[in-house]
Structures are given as structure tokens and as C-alpha cells.
């Protein structure tokens, strides 16, 4: 009687979490009020019980489940404890837990207000002259903050990255940063350089993971683009955005160059596709030969480590996992970020509204 009373407790928890997702999927508002009130308390939970651990729990706790669905079964048939309808719902189970886990702990996220939305910013419509101006501008700060080498302190970068967040205005609904949160490198790090993953957020346990094979030019970049994901940004886009500006307000000369150089993949993308092949040129041409070469070695060094099949994969499959989490553009989000910066006015960080 009490195992069946402790079943129905825990599938009556499970479904309540479930509604709960859902509601903040289809529901105007549900997302943005889980943004704003209820995942700054659980991501300062979840991360201070990380904090007490030195390794990624994401990883540890992600391989368990999977040893144990796979070998769940075998064990109850060898012990024939239990029937196979036992088997298969004690597996649907766990695994809508760790489903209601994930949007719960990080993923409802993906449902609040878009970036322009919670900004009070309008969106802009493409004006040449405008680009061109941007343009013009960008590869002059990118030329002027070029590093040969790039050396910065990562506890300082952090102590001054988590200062810069807290300053944010508040209509951007971000979290607040805590002082335990702390970057961790991943586990099985030659897997992630192998389809080109340079960090993630690992939604279990609110930790920001860095892969340890980063170059130092693109570390400052990668840290604040993982830790806006930690303060409630799903969007790969604004992540990137949140990067840029933190790095280019930074008091480092390196970590601002880090900024400028983080961005150039996306600038270049955007300038590709709106100018002819002869103007794209002429832009390129105006950045420094230097940082066009430090660009080419970085795009080299990732090469000689990526896999281009499981890459392939793993880009197919989370470009679905986007674009089912309303994330329409799918991959190409990452490239949105120059839509951002041209949509703000150049006075945006002082106004707190």
C-alpha cells in the first residue's frame, strides 16, 4: 500500500512539473515570469550545490542516467524482480524526470520574451549606409584593439565580468551573478572539440562549462557568452551579444580584443550576405592583416580537432533542438547578434529603465 501511495505521489509531482513546462511553452507570460522570478532561485540553488564540487556534475549526472536506462533492464530480468511493464514505465519515468528536470532547472528559458521584446527596442529595417557605417566602425576598434598575444587573468576576468553583469539595466532581465558561480571544464573535452562545441550550459545543475582547448583570444568571449546563458539567456544570438559588449567595456586590453575578435565570424557572415562578392572583399581589406591571420590559425587550429561526421550530427541535431524550442532560425541565431547591436542606441547601457 505505501509503494503504491509513493507512486502516485511521485507521478502526481511529475505530471504537475509537466503541465508546468507546458504552460510556459503555450502560455503568454509563463516564460518571462519563470525567467524573472523563478529561475534566479533555482539557478543559485542548483549552482551553489555545484560550487561544492570541483568537477561538472552535468556530465556525471548525464552519463548515470543513461548507464542505468541501459542497464536497468538487464539487471531486473536477471534478478526477475520485475515484469517488463514495470521495466518500461520505471524508464518513462526517469525519463520524463529528467525532462521536467531540464526545463525546470534551465530550459523554460527558451519560451520568455525575446530579446527586443523585454528591451523596449525596436527592431531595425537593413539600411546600406547604416551597415556600411557599422562596418566601418567595427574594423577600426577591431584594428585598433589587435593583440599579437593575448594574456589576462581568468579570476580577474571573472571578478570584473560579474561586476559588468550586475550593472546591466534591468529590463533586460537578467539574473543577478553570483559569487560561486564559477566556470568548469568538461569532462570528455577531445568529444567536444570534435564537433566544435566550445562551452555549454549545463541546465541540470547551473554550471557554465568551458572547453579547456580554448585559445586565449577566444576565452573572455566564450566565458561571458556561457555565463549569459546562466542568467537566463537562451538566445545563442543575445549570448553573443552579452559577450561583445561585456568584453568591450572591459578595462583589459586583451579581453576587449577578445570582444572585437569573438564577433568578427558573425560580422563577417552578415557582411557576406547582404554585400556583393567585390564589396565583401573591400571590407575584409580593411582589417588588419594580422587579425585575418590570427583568424585563418584559430579556424586551422579547430579543424585539426573537429570530426567532420559527428560534427555534422551534432550541429543537425541541436539546429533541432532550437528550432523545437522556438528558436525558429535554428544554427543560424548565432549570427543574429549584429541585429541586436545596430537595434540599440549608442547611450543604451546608461539608461536604466
Not at 303 to 313: D, K, Q, W
Request: hydrophobic fraction near 40%; charged fraction near 20%.
Amino acid at each position: 500500500m505505501k509503494r503504491t501511495t509513493f507512486r502516485k505521489i511521485r507521478w502526481t509531482l511529475l505530471a504537475v512539473c509537466l503541465l508546468y513546462v507546458l504552460g510556459c511553452r503555450w502560455i503568454p507570460g509563463w516564460g518571462e515570469g519563470y525567467a524573472t522570478c523563478l529561475y534566479p532561485t533555482l539557478a543559485a540553488g542548483l549552482s551553489a550545490v555545484a560550487s561544492l564540487f570541483p568537477f561538472s556534475l552535468e556530465e556525471i549526472w548525464v552519463v548515470t542516467v543513461v548507464l542505468w536506462l541501459l542497464g536497468y533492464p538487464l539487471y531486473a530480468h536477471i534478478r526477475k524482480r520485475e515484469k517488463g511493464r514495470t521495466i518500461i514505465r520505471r524508464e518513462i519515468e526517469v525519463l520524463l524526470a529528467v525532462y521536467g528536470w531540464f526545463y525546470l532547472g534551465w530550459g523554460n528559458n527558451y519560451y520568455r520574451q525575446d530579446f527586443f521584446r523585454r528591451s523596449q527596442t525596436e527592431r531595425v529595417a537593413y539600411d546600406e549606409q547604416q551597415f556600411r557605417d557599422f562596418l566601418t566602425m567595427y574594423a577600426d576598434s577591431l584594428n585598433a584593439s589587435y593583440l599579437p598575444s593575448v594574456h589576462f587573468s581568468a579570476d580577474s576576468l571573472e571578478h570584473e565580468m560579474k561586476a559588468l553583469y550586475a550593472q546591466v539595466p534591468s529590463r533586460f532581465g537578467l539574473s543577478n551573478p553570483c559569487d560561486w558561480q564559477h566556470p568548469k571544464r568538461v569532462l570528455f573535452n577531445s568529444l567536444y572539440s570534435g564537433v566544435g562545441v566550445l562551452g555549454y550550459m549545463g541546465p541540470f545543475f547551473a554550471e557554465s562549462q568551458l572547453n579547456a582547448e580554448l585559445l586565449p583570444v577566444q576565452y573572455p568571449f566564450t566565458y561571458i557568452h556561457e555565463y549569459a546563458h546562466l542568467l537566463g539567456v537562451s538566445n545563442e544570438a543575445e549570448a553573443n551579444f552579452w559577450a561583445y559588449q561585456l568584453c568591450i567595456r572591459s578595462a583589459s586590453p586583451a579581453v576587449r580584443y577578445s570582444g572585437y575578435f569573438g564577433l568578427l565570424p558573425y560580422v563577417a557572415v552578415n557582411a557576406a550576405s547582404v554585400l556583393s562578392e567585390s564589396d565583401y572583399r573591400d571590407f575584409l581589406a580593411t582589417i588588419r592583416p594580422e587579425v585575418l591571420g590570427q583568424w585563418e590559425e584559430k579556424s586551422k587550429y579547430w579543424g585539426e580537432r573537429y570530426s567532420p561526421l559527428v560534427g555534422a550530427v551534432q550541429r543537425k541535431m541541436y539546429d533541432w533542438f532550437l528550432k523545437g524550442n522556438k528558436i525558429s532560425e535554428g544554427h543560424k541565431n548565432y549570427a543574429q547578434v549584429v541585429e541586436m547591436v545596430l537595434a540599440l542606441p549608442s547611450d543604451w547601457w546608461k539608461v536604466k529603465r
